[in-house]
């Protein structure tokens, strides 16, 4: 298995532009949670899918991001428009809920520069 | 309320030292899973060890080792005669088994240099 996929790996735009954020989770799985990780508060829980269904986006900032899962295979993470607080490393992770204590399998990142 | 707190922050330690990573978590669930994954400056975060919440067992793993307390809501974790490849962040992770699936918590992290 690929394991998690999440392109682009980096991205750099400037304020005010919109920015998609791209995510394939491994096959078979049916959660999916989107983590953003910044050094002065670690990593963050934005929100999190269970069968395509958005569970808890509670720890999404505020609405200029937004997330959809219009299939197990596919996930995006929009900022609109962006700013340059925004700049962090975004992580999207899968693990598989019918499992107890699965662990969550984490993509490489996209790192985004907001200038 | 954070669900996972790791004090924490920095440590060093001269190579061959051993380190504890401190971890202390907060769930008012029954059932849990509690984690540690590393995160080398490669920036991947990769999983290492998983104990669930009725297995207070501690375990010994290579030069891997934890202890796992519910009494005081602790799972710490220790690297014996460390090496400079254990140079990472390393973060630990609580897991609630919700009727809405499985949700990951982790801790700010704690930052390991090993000084050869």
């Known amino acids: 298995d690929a394991g998690v996929i999440q392109s682009p790996r980096h991205e750099v735009t400037e304020m005010g532009q919109e920015v998609t954020l791209r995510c394939k989770p491994i096959s078979g799985h049916n959660s999916l949670f989107w983590y953003r990780q910044t050094m002065m508060r670690g990593l963050e829980l934005l929100i999190y899918f269970n069968n395509n269904v958005p569970i808890d986006d509670s720890g999404m900032p505020e609405d200029r991001f937004s997330a959809k899962m219009p299939n197990a295979s596919f996930s995006t993470l929009k900022i609109q428009p962006s700013e340059p607080r925004d700049s962090a490393v975004y992580f999207c992770?899968?693990?598989?809920?019918?499992?107890?204590?699965?662990?969550?399998?984490f993509g490489q990142g996209t790192r985004l520069t907001v200038v | 309320a954070q669900k996972v707190t790791q004090a924490q922050t920095e440590i060093s330690v001269v190579e061959k030292e051993d380190v504890t990573l401190d971890c202390v978590y907060e769930t008012r669930d029954t059932t849990y899973y509690l984690f540690w994954y590393k995160q080398p400056p490669s920036g991947e975060l990769v999983f290492l060890i998983r104990?669930?919440?009725?297995?207070?067992q501690n375990e010994i793993s290579g030069r891997y080792s934890w202890n796992f307390q519910k009494s005081t809501s602790s799972f710490n974790f220790t690297i014996t005669a460390s090496q400079v490849v254990d140079s990472a962040v390393y973060f630990c992770?609580?897991?609630?088994?919700?009727?809405?699936?499985?949700?990951?918590?982790f801790g700010t992290g704690t930052s390991l240099t090993v000084i050869p």
């Open positions: 992770a609580l897991s609630e088994v919700a009727n809405t699936g499985n949700q990951f918590y």
């Open positions: 104990r669930n919440s009725f297995d207070e």
């Open positions: 992770a899968s693990s598989f809920e019918g499992l107890p204590g699965t662990e969550a399998f």
